[in-house]
């Protein structure tokens, strides 16, 4: 057999095996066998159920409601944060905190998808602990997930609805945000722009913030006085969904730009009261007093992160994506058939050549 012929028959087995694998996807989500890290990432992996195990462990009991019924639950998993960080998040080393620039999105077999921003799993901002289980402790007993869930399903312990418990878990890719806002120097704010996947892009200024709803926090011995980041967002300019796709708020996340281009990404399901119910707000007052020039005229501020990166001072945008899927089940089988067909077309062609080849001999 020539070397051509080989190669050949290699692609064509290779062709072959993802297009079986790419149609058992097709039934609307089977059982989760391996988990893929993409991305943004150093190492990119594949983790299989044995794999899984051999990484350190923990043990998690979270609450929340699923389809309105409480639930408690015991799972036993790794780190999706040590997870990550084993694979070597892809950074900036010229932009301060560019890591909180970033965020993973998870992925079940049948197209589902929630965000998470990196700022919420990291152990010195948000610190959520979210794992990637593969147990459960019913009873006293542990055991593996149920077929429901598939080998791999990720945790978002804290949050009031189940929503981002994505299971039957395949990928978490890891991305930058779409945001290109420039960098340059730092200078104080004086109006933010709200854009993107929003329904009515609307400019607001002092006057316009102080307009709205106002709410006040006591965070750390100082009072705090501005508006709710979530109904900012989802009240006052509304956030661009298709009631067509099951929580499709999860798979949004907004991005905060200072002055500078300074970033933060905040996954939508992270400000959502019907998710992570954080009580992140725009802060235009301290202790009755408006802010100085070296915060500008408002400033996010996140009461739950451990360090303040995610403080975003001199606030002049904010900005709403949806993220990207990565390709549906559908999707992955239709590219294939179209490489399989310029595989074929390659292959006839190089049979024609060496065809001709042999006439002209």
């Given at each position: 057999?020539?070397?051509?012929?080989?190669?050949?028959?290699?692609?064509?087995?290779?062709?072959?095996?993802?297009?079986?694998?790419?149609?058992?996807?097709?039934?609307?989500?089977?059982?989760?066998?391996?988990?893929?890290?993409?991305?943004?990432?150093?190492?990119?992996?594949?983790?299989?159920?044995?794999?899984?195990?051999?990484?350190?462990?923990?043990?998690?009991?979270?609450?929340?409601?699923?389809?309105?019924?409480?639930?408690?639950?015991?799972?036993?998993?790794?780190?999706?944060?040590?997870?990550?960080?084993?694979?070597?998040?892809?950074?900036?080393?010229?932009?301060?905190?560019?890591?909180?620039?970033?965020?993973?999105?998870?992925?079940?077999?049948?197209?589902?998808?929630?965000?998470?921003?990196?700022?919420?799993?990291?152990?010195?901002?948000s610190g959520r602990q979210s794992l990637v289980v593969y147990d459960e402790i019913v009873d006293g007993v542990q055991q593996p997930l149920g077929p429901d869930d598939g080998f791999a399903?990720?945790?978002?312990?804290g949050d009031v609805r189940g929503g981002r418990y994505v299971s039957n878990l395949v990928n978490l890719d890891l991305r930058s945000s779409d945001s290109v806002y420039p960098m340059g120097?730092?200078?104080?704010?004086?109006?933010?722009?709200?854009?993107?996947?929003?329904?009515?892009?609307?400019?607001?200024?002092?006057?316009?913030?102080?307009?709205?709803?106002?709410?006040?926090?006591?965070?750390?011995?100082?009072?705090?006085?501005?508006?709710?980041?979530?109904?900012?967002?989802?009240?006052?300019?509304?956030?661009?969904?298709?009631?067509?796709?099951?929580?499709?708020?999860?798979?949004?996340?907004?991005?905060?730009?200072?002055?500078?281009?300074?970033?933060v990404v905040f996954s939508m399901g992270e400000l959502s009261p019907f998710f992570g119910n954080q009580p992140n707000m725009i802060a235009y007052m301290t202790d009755g007093e408006l802010?100085?020039?070296?915060?500008?005229?408002?400033?996010?501020?996140?009461?739950?992160?451990?360090?303040?990166?995610?403080?975003?001072?001199?606030?002049?945008?904010?900005?709403?994506?949806?993220?990207?899927?990565?390709?549906?089940?559908?999707?992955?089988?239709?590219?294939?058939?179209?490489?399989?067909?310029?595989?074929?077309?390659?292959?006839?062609?190089?049979?024609?050549?060496?065809?001709?080849?042999?006439?002209?001999?």
């Open positions: 057999m020539t070397t051509s012929a080989r190669q050949h028959r290699l692609r064509q087995g290779l062709i072959a095996a993802a297009l079986l694998a790419a149609g058992a996807a097709l039934a609307h989500g089977p059982p989760s066998t391996e988990l893929s890290l993409s991305g943004g990432l150093h190492h990119p992996a594949v983790y299989g159920d044995a794999e899984l195990r051999a990484l350190p462990s923990a043990t998690q009991t979270v609450n929340y409601t699923a389809s309105g019924v409480p639930q408690t639950r015991t799972y036993v998993g790794t780190s999706t944060w040590g997870l990550l960080d084993q694979a070597g998040i892809v950074v900036d080393t010229n932009v301060h905190n560019d890591v909180l620039n970033r965020y993973v999105l998870a992925t079940g077999t049948d197209g589902y998808q929630a965000v998470f921003s990196l700022g919420e799993l990291h152990p010195w901002f399903r990720i945790t978002s312990p120097p730092r200078v104080p704010s004086t109006e933010f722009l709200v854009s993107g996947a929003v329904q009515t892009p609307t400019v607001f200024d002092l006057a316009a913030l102080q307009a709205l709803p106002a709410v006040t926090q006591e965070i750390g011995g100082v009072s705090y006085t501005g508006v709710s980041f979530w109904d900012l967002l989802n009240t006052q300019v509304g956030i661009d969904l298709d009631a067509s796709v099951h929580n499709h708020i999860l798979s949004h996340y907004v991005v905060a730009v200072g002055s500078d281009g300074y970033k802010l100085g020039d070296s915060h500008g005229f408002a400033r996010v501020v996140a009461p739950n992160d451990d360090r303040r990166g995610r403080w975003m001072s001199n606030l002049v945008a904010l900005e709403v994506y949806a993220a990207a899927p990565i390709p549906e089940p559908g999707t992955w089988l239709l590219m294939l058939l179209g490489l399989g067909a310029v595989a074929g077309r390659g292959a006839l062609s190089a049979r024609r050549r060496a065809s001709t080849a042999g006439a002209a001999a």
